[in-house]
């Protein structure tokens, strides 16, 4: 029998502090008129000092858990795909899983900034289609604020924190995912980077005074790249899957600014009211802004059964990249009383986690001592 990979279900999570472009007044020589003109940014979502890429991250994965019938235990793979990790290592899924209780899934982080979660997402389904899994969550989570310059007008005022999360399963029912395209050309990599804090720029007292760990953006060049490639990555994908772009009923691009989005929407002839957009109220989210759009269309309705949507994005790398997915309604019944079992099982997990750290600190002790006898 033949497999797809269906998203199942999706989450999201943004940090309570809300940034408005009043705020960014105050802090940098800019107006709010010029961020919306050039921009459609109102306002974005900034991370507390508490909340970090994984706190949001388990969030967005615990909301996109709740309705499916999937126990912790049951996870066989996450996928974390991040610009702002939480560590070099260890993974920014490992924290997920371990967070979540996910004590039979492999875990992971996908870099390809921007364009991650599509990257991310396709990965899955592979799995899934290939039969080696029947179930996997991707998010996209970041705290951008936190590898902003708040004092480059260029740049802070673009990015915003958050994170989504898709759950997919393995299904015979035809649809899901049905065309991933994949690009990147490196050569461009110069265009929007975070230079130090790797192994070609190691940390020191001089890169943090040069600012060299925070986004250094070539905006034009950027602004050029993303309108050709994802009008053309959106028909290659459309073409993969045997549609038409009339067969599309919405398109969900990456939000990065709303002029990138709607000359894209111009190239390909498709009407505004076929795309998603909430750059005013989130900003540039990264790889969580496409499964952040996707959650919002749900709640609204804007998605139905059957309904054909390409995802489309553009990054750092540079990467870009597009993938149509049909909605079908897999919807399974899930008791409420099975649902607070698992919100407990999710607190377990947390207690379950401390002990294990402190079993392995008295094993640590336990063996240190008897291998000096
Ligand atoms: N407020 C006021 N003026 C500003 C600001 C600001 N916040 N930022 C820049 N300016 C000024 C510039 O200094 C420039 O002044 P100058 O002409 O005196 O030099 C002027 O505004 C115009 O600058 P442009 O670069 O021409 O402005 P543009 O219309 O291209 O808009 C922008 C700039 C918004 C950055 C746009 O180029 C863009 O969105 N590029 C794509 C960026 C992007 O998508 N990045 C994320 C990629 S995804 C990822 O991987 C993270």
Not at 58 to 80: E, F, G, Y
Not at 229 to 254: C, F, G, K, S
């Amino acid at each position: 029998m033949k497999r797809y990979a269906h998203i199942t279900s999706c989450g999201m999570a943004v940090p309570e502090r809300v940034f408005t472009n009043q705020d960014l007044e105050k802090m940098v020589d800019t107006t709010d008129e010029w961020i919306i003109s050039r921009t459609g940014i109102h306002e974005r979502h900034i991370a507390s000092p508490q909340e970090t890429t994984a706190s949001l991250a388990t969030a967005a994965a615990l909301n996109a858990l709740d309705p499916t019938p999937l126990d912790p235990d049951d996870v066989q793979l996450i996928i974390v795909a991040s610009a702002t990790p939480e560590h070099i290592f260890p993974a920014t899924a490992c924290i997920v899983q371990d967070n979540i209780g996910a004590v039979n899934a492999g875990a992971f982080d996908l870099s390809a900034a921007c364009t991650g979660f599509i990257f991310a997402v396709n990965m899955a389904a592979q799995a899934i289609r290939s039969g080696s899994i029947d179930n996997a969550i991707v998010i996209g989570s970041e705290t951008l604020s936190k590898i902003v310059n708040w004092e480059d007008r260029n740049t802070c005022v673009l990015f915003g924190d958050g994170a989504g999360a898709f759950v997919l399963q393995a299904s015979e029912i035809p649809g899901g995912v049905l065309s991933c395209v994949m690009r990147s050309d490196g050569s461009g990599g110069d265009l929007l980077s975070v230079p130090a804090g790797g192994s070609q720029m190691p940390t020191t007292m001089e890169t943090v005074a040069h600012n060299l760990h925070t986004i250094q953006m070539n905006g034009r060049e950027v602004f050029r790249f993303a309108t050709r490639e994802m009008a053309a990555a959106t028909r290659e994908a459309v073409a993969i899957a045997q549609l038409q772009l009339d067969d599309i009923n919405l398109i969900v691009p990456h939000q990065a600014n709303r002029r990138i989005i709607e000359t894209a929407a111009r190239s390909l002839r498709v009407p505004m009211d076929r795309i998603i957009m909430n750059i005013d109220r989130y900003g540039n989210t990264s790889t969580a802004s496409i499964p952040i759009a996707v959650c919002e269309a749900m709640d609204e309705g804007r998605i139905q059964s059957e309904d054909n949507l390409v995802l489309v994005g553009f990054g750092a790398g540079l990467t870009w990249g597009a993938m149509v997915i049909r909605c079908v309604e897999t919807e399974v019944y899930v008791a409420p009383t099975r649902r607070a079992r698992r919100r407990f099982l999710f607190v377990l997990a947390r207690l379950r986690s401390f002990v294990r750290r402190v079993l392995r600190k008295l094993e640590g002790l336990i063996w240190s001592t008897s291998s000096k006898k």
